[in-house]
């Protein structure tokens, strides 16, 4: 893995873990062959889906409704073409009280992600659509409110923890 990718992982991965307690069950959606997340998690519990270990989620996530304290997506919303299925999903499997945490990062750093790793959209796939607060909210609406919003990584990056709407 190119250094600075790693590093962004790193990054991503510690915006995310202040926001994980010590709970049940973690599940973490494009985890990556390192789990490296899920190994850093405090959860009882961690499971872990992501193409490269052969268990990609596409709009089912092969779990119980109301099984999941959290759902980690880090850098990975932006490579799906029908996000709004999964996110539909996220809020089936998570428990009233879970919390879905996302990264995504802003169309304006697409250029300098493919400066520091060209080999990066061969690898991982291209970006099907970028993300603001606005249409995150959007993309969200009728499942979950963001409860933190805060930009990393000068600006490029973006961390989205969401709790769970009442139906």
């Given at each position: ?6 590093l ?47 268990t ?46 996302l ?12 400066l ?10 291209d ?12 993309l ?11 930009t ?16």
């Amino acid at each position: 893995m190119n250094p600075v990718t790693y590093l962004t992982k790193k990054l991503r991965a510690n915006q995310a873990l202040p926001f994980i307690s010590r709970a049940n069950v973690h599940v973490d959606i494009g985890c990556g062959r390192d789990k490296y997340l899920l190994k850093r998690s405090p959860c009882a519990v961690k499971i872990g889906y992501d193409q490269q270990l052969q268990t990609p989620i596409a709009d089912k996530i092969p779990l119980e409704s109301k099984t999941a304290d959290y759902i980690t997506m880090l850098a990975v919303i932006e490579h799906l073409e029908f996000s709004s299925k999964l996110i539909k999903e996220c809020f089936r499997v998570l428990k009233d009280d879970g919390r879905l945490i996302l990264t995504t990062p802003k169309a304006k750093g697409l250029w300098l992600m493919k400066l520091y790793d060209p080999g990066f959209a061969a690898r991982e796939g291209d970006h099907c659509c970028h993300f603001d607060r606005q249409s995150m909210s959007f993309l969200l609406n009728d499942f979950f409110d963001i409860e933190h919003y805060k930009t990393f990584e000068l600006g490029f990056n973006q961390l989205f923890v969401c709790k769970k709407r009442e139906k």
